[in-house]
T-cell receptor
Framework: SQTIHQWPATLVQPVGSPLSLECTVE??????LYWYRQAAGRGLQLLFY??????ISSEVPQNLSASRPQDRQFILSSKKLLLSDSGFYLC??????????FGPGTRLTVL | KNQVEQSPQSLIILEGKNCTLQ??????????LRWYKQDTGRGPVSLTI?????NTKSNGRYTATLDADTKQSSLHITASQLSDSASYIC???????????FGAGTTVTVRA
């Protein structure tokens, strides 16, 4: 069966510090991978998606970047965090249109 | 533009009571509609999925309906339990599109 992992589960970082969130998927090959951000009381906002190694599409201009160094690994990064980067970050995977499976999420607080 | 709107934004119900959540969408061409349950601080978990030809889908005490003509869906929770307290998100996908359209969610609070 397929599983998706995210870490860390929670993170508190000062403004201006770097960020690295990791997502890995097990039990499937060549998945599409997604990073979402969920602000309090808001819907999920798609940040990045990837259809293959090294292929990243950005949905909104922002302070964040994403990379996919391996088939089942997706990393969300920032060189300098802003207060507005606080939120709940979700990674998801899919192998066919219309179906995505979500990870447990990372709660990021920027102080 | 593909959009998904949910109502109400939040609701409070007493344990054992029923409630219904609404979802309207403008996604086209329609592929499927999912209802997700998201506990606080957790990732969303799929409750039901319906395609164009399906009108009703149940998962235990959760029953989802779909009217593809009016582009409306509802999620009915029967005999609510404290564990039903969560955010319920309506998600619609367009045909052959890997990206999804999300509603903002309805926060349900069940009180004893």
């Amino acid at each position: 069966s397929q599983t998706i992992h995210q870490w860390p589960a929670t993170l508190v970082q000062p403004v201006g510090s770097p960020l690295s969130l990791e997502c890995t998927v097990e039990g499937t090959s060549n998945p599409n991978l997604y990073w979402y951000r969920q602000a309090a009381g808001r819907g999920l906002q798609l940040l990045f998606y990837s259809v293959g190694i090294g292929q990243i599409s950005s949905e909104v201009p922002q302070n964040l970047s994403a990379s996919r160094p391996q088939d089942r690994q997706f990393i969300l990064s920032s060189k300098k965090l802003l207060l507005s980067d606080s939120g709940f970050y979700l990674c998801a995977w899919s192998v066919r249109p219309g179906t995505q499976y979500f990870g447990p999420g990372t709660r990021l607080t920027v102080l | 533009k593909n959009q998904v709107e949910q109502s109400p934004q939040s609701l409070i119900i007493l344990e054992g009571k029923n409630c219904t959540l609404q979802c309207n969408y403008t996604v086209s061409p329609f592929s499927n509609l999912r209802w997700y349950k998201q506990d606080t601080g957790r990732g969303p978990v799929s409750l039901t999925i319906m395609t164009f030809s399906e009108n009703t889908k149940s998962n235990g005490r959760y029953t989802a309906t779909l009217d593809a003509d009016t582009k409306q869906s509802s999620l009915h929770i029967t005999a609510s339990q404290l564990s039903d307290s969560a955010s319920y998100i309506c998600v619609v996908s367009a045909r052959n599109d890997y990206k999804l359209s999300f509603g903002a969610g309805t926060t349900v609070t069940v009180r004893a």
